[in-house]
Structures are given as structure tokens and as C-alpha cells.
């Protein structure tokens, strides 16, 4: 429908500029106007013809547009929605364990309990969750490590960091056999 609009309307403009082609120019002006309106008339026809070509050769069929949900569809929204519940479930779980270790342990003891509750659940749930990244935890770990270097940073707290990091690595690899668990331990 848009493109018989456009084809009529690029008549139209190239039966008005055809008028003007063969009188004399009058002024400098009124060329360049025939001339844009020409371009104009030019690309419309060339987007007109390519268009609908373009769109079929990219998938060699029309595509058909379906008015009600198909069943797959619905599985597969409700399979989403259950595995974004599942993650903000994860995601506030780890959150609670990093809000603890960044403003409440201030123990050697303490910080060892919450970096291995932070490697338990990597280990429970396959490495981190959406909107936790590695590097940011990273960040929050070592702005705890700076504030308590000679305090309460001790060598099996940075062990307890060291062994958190091993174990997301390696269940943020796609390339190890998940079911022999970590070798490195």
C-alpha cells in the first residue's frame, strides 16, 4: 500500500518536473529545485523496486504474521519467566553475602565464612548470577582487602579470595566437564 503511494506520488512530481525540463531555465534556483525533484522521483522508484525484493530474499519467503500466541511460544515465555525468577532468587542470595562481606565482617573469621558461602553458591548454582559480574565483585573484595590489609586481612583470607576466584573461573569456563567438579581444589 506504502509503496503504490510512494509510486504515485513520484508520477505525479515527475509529470510536474517534465514541464519544466523543456522550457528554458530561468534562474539558477529553479534548476537546482527540478534537479533535487528529479533525484527525489529517482530514489523513490529504485527503493520501491528493491524493497520487497530485498525482504523476500533474505528468508526466500513472506513471512506470515500470527494473530494468536502459538503453544511453543507460551512454553517458551513461561520457560523465561521461570529462569528470571530463579536468577533474581540467585542474584539476591549472593547480594545478601556481598552486602554482608563488604560492610559487616571485619574478622579474619568472619570474611573467610563469607568468601566460602560465595564459592558454596558459585558451586551450587553453576557460577554467578545476572547482574553480578566477576569483575565487580572482584572490586568490592579488594576494597575490603585495601581497608584491612595489616587489620584483618590475613594470609587464609586471601587463600579463602584465591579459591572463590579459581571456582568461578573455571564454572564460568564452557570448556570443562562440569560433572568431575574442579581439579584444582
Known sequence: MFSL???LSCLLLLSLTSVSSYTVVSSRRS????????????????????????AKAENGYTAAQVA?????FKKSEAQRAAFRLEQAKQTKEF???????????RTSD??????????????KYGGLPEGIKWDGLKKTVRAV?????DKFWTTPVEFAYQ???????FQQNPNKDKELGNPIQ
Open 68 to 72: 494468536e500466541p502459538t503453544e511453543d
Open 95 to 105: 547480594s545478601s553475602v556481598i552486602s554482608r562481606l563488604s560492610a559487616q565482617s
Open 31 to 54: 534548476m537546482l529545485k527540478d534537479a533535487l525533484k528529479d533525484a527525489a522521483c529517482g530514489i523513490s522508484a529504485l527503493t520501491v523496486g528493491l524493497v520487497p525484493t530485498i
Open 163 to 169: 579459591a572463590l576466584n579459581r571456582e568461578i573461573a
Open 145 to 149: 582487602k585495601r581497608e584491612g590489609t
Open 110 to 123: 568472619a570474611l573467610i565464612k563469607d568468601l566460602e558461602d560465595l564459592k558454596v553458591l558459585t558451586i
Open 5 to 7: 503511494l510512494l509510486l
